[in-house]
């Protein structure tokens, strides 16, 4: 279960370094469904202002209809250029500006990676990774001539921790995890921040009916990427993680002076991190000195 105190610690020190707070406008992809759902439950709670997005505007009339002057429901598709610009232009004719960009949209792939084909890799890409890019390209410019703004990228702790079955997946999150921390440091001194979002398992949908599943399976993947499969399965509606308090975390962050560059959420998500943190630096240090052999001896 979640560890609530662990919880409400992390929030006190973040709001202890919260300036007052000032309503920013926020757009937010995948708002029918999951974290985005509940992202934008919370925007409307905390008095912001919220452009909700879905493929389909109807899935998110509900959560807008008690909000007319705050809230604003458009069609977005992250792999449609066409409506990437409207929802943008949309938005900002509504609002003005744009604060905060929340790029949730996505979707989880399981398969071994010989299982999947050439397309669904290829449609796991254009959602996760090219969709991330184009809704970002259209609100970056509206950002950097006003020198503010914050893009939460939602990654997840299979970014840093890839496991069988999931290759296809963790690979996506692994791109974004790193352009993230390119643009970073290509926004800091344009006054932009970048945070990415690790969470671990959390009660949505995503490992339900948002998942999709390769087409062919191999059966000696059976024990490797079909025992994570049916593992993922198995936990499904019994995960730790609570999307309502993910939310509330992305709030105070967003209002805080000093942002983090990523944020691991979920007692999952940190110990596997930290797991494969001291994995990676175990292999550093056995094999360093064949690492540094590799130079130009002057």
Known sequence: MCNCSNF????????????????????VTGCSTGFGRAIAQAILASKDKLIATARNPDTIKDLVAEYPHEAIAIALDVTDIDSITTAVHTGLDKFGSIDVLVNNAGFGMVGAVEELSDGEIRRQFDTNVFGLLNVTRAVLPHMRSRRAGHILNLSSIAGFVPSPGLGAYAATKHAVEALSEAMAQELQPLGVHVTIIEPGNFRTDWAGRSMSHAEQTIADYSPTAGRAQSALMQRNGRQPGNPEKLASVLIDIVHSSNPPLRLALGNDSVAGI???AERVLANLQEWESVSQSTDFIH
């Open 274 to 276: 930290r797991a494969k």
């Open 8 to 27: 409400r610690k992390m929030v006190r020190l973040i709001r202890k370094d919260m300036p007052t707070h000032q309503q920013k406008t926020w757009l």
